[in-house]
């Protein structure tokens, strides 16, 4: 009977009572110490800094719970006025019960309604969504709450600004694409210049027009950035003219034939006037200058399980489909083209600073 131990046998394998002890102390404290970052990592959260940073598997089910109790986001954007609706309409069709507050403005006058309010200690906003030279005044003015998502892993690391433990102060989740574009009755296929070198061709000289905004001065700054200075001004000798009207208003005239070409047109623009007709067709130079919109939440958020919420929404592939779908690029995608973000990597005076001088070299290279 080898596994009957009776006796001295017994005695001498069965444990003392204080070893025993000793055993079922530690089997506990081990137990304890496997258990406890479980618990800490399903502890709620008890302040908007908690929640902005919670990762558990229920963030989705804990955001709408709060949300419904909180009832509405408010959401100050730069987004045109049916865009924003149709992202509205559907958060509010996925989240019952969590109303969509649209505030809706130009970048700058947002910019400045939030800092009036943040000063005045009336915090309206909840959720917001800008071009970054606007969420550069608010992170520089600490008015941004750091959180995270589980869609940040989706998005490469140049469109989300960083933030401290791994949070980050916004995302891009909407980018619009400045590059070439041309009439295809007046330019021919052997003179599309596939990149800013391109440019320089005879073909090209006195028929290229440049946006005079700030659209035409951060091409300039791209191709600064790409081949200096010097060859800026070698496009002096083209005879580019300078038009007064942002770039997607410039793609007009280049459907109607009035110029030719211009580098300082948008994608989106080109496209849908390519889908209604018109003659024209969009290629990318060396660097295309990426206008991004960001998602982030505001410091002061009085609703921050619904503004959270709706940040996840918008970074969501749902969220992102409905921006495509509304002809904006998607930073999730590579689309073939190495894409350039004048504001990133600096304060606001520092982009401004740039700006200014890309203005400067703009009026230098073209003529009214």
């Known amino acids: 009977m080898i596994n009957d131990m009776t006796g001295p ?138 959180y995270t998502s589980p869609h940040l892993t989706a998005f490469p690391d140049e469109a989300k600004e960083k933030a401290q433990k791994n949070l980050v102060y916004w995302t891009n989740a909407r980018e619009s694409y400045i590059g070439f574009a041309y009439n295809k009755n007046f330019v021919n296929a052997a003179d599309v210049p596939k990149n800013f070198d391109g ?15 700030d659209t035409g001065a951060r091409t300039i700054g791209a191709m600064v950035r790409a081949k200096g200075d010097g060859f800026v001004k070698k496009l002096k000798e083209q005879n580019i003219r300078m038009h007064m009207m942002a770039g997607s208003a410039l793609t007009q005239l280049v459907a109607a034939g009035e110029i030719f070409a211009s580098p300082s047109q948008f994608y989106s623009a080109t496209n849908v006037a390519a889908k209604r007709g018109a003659p024209v067709a969009w290629v990318p130079m060396d660097l295309v200058v990426t206008n991004a919109g960001g998602a982030a939440v505001y410091a002061n958020a009085q609703r921050p399980h619904a503004a959270l919420l709706f940040a996840d929404f918008i970074l969501s592939p749902e969220g992102q489909k409905l921006l495509e779908d509304l002809y904006f690029g998607s930073a999730r995608k590579d689309y073939g083209f190495k894409r350039w973000y004048p504001e990133k990597g600096g304060t606001l005076a520092q982009y401004e600073e740039s700006l200014e001088g890309w203005h400067k070299l703009l009026k230098e290279v073209t003529k009214k």
């Not at 394998?13 to 204080?18: G, W």
């Not at 959260?45 to 109790?69: F, H, N, Q, T, V």
């Open 9 to 146: 046998l017994k005695r001498k394998f069965l444990p003392r009572p204080s070893t025993r002890l000793s055993i079922l102390s530690g089997t506990i404290l081990f137990l304890f110490f496997l258990g406890a970052p479980v618990w800490s990592q399903t502890s709620k959260p008890s302040s908007a800094a908690d929640l902005a940073a919670y990762g558990g598997a229920d963030r989705e089910r804990l955001l709408l719970d709060g949300a419904k109790r909180e009832g509405k986001v408010v959401w100050y954007t730069t987004l045109a006025a049916e865009q924003n609706k149709q992202i509205a309409t559907a958060f509010e069709a996925k989240y019952p019960g969590v109303k969509v507050e649209t505030f809706r403005t130009g970048s700058s006058a947002l910019a400045q309604r939030l800092l009036t309010e943040a000063k005045a200690q009336r915090h309206i906003a909840d959720a917001i969504e800008t071009t970054l030279p606007g969420l550069l005044t608010f992170r520089d003015n600490k008015l941004l709450l750091p």
């Open 199 to 213: 440019l320089l061709r005879a073909a090209l000289k006195d028929n290229m027009g440049l946006s005079g905004d």
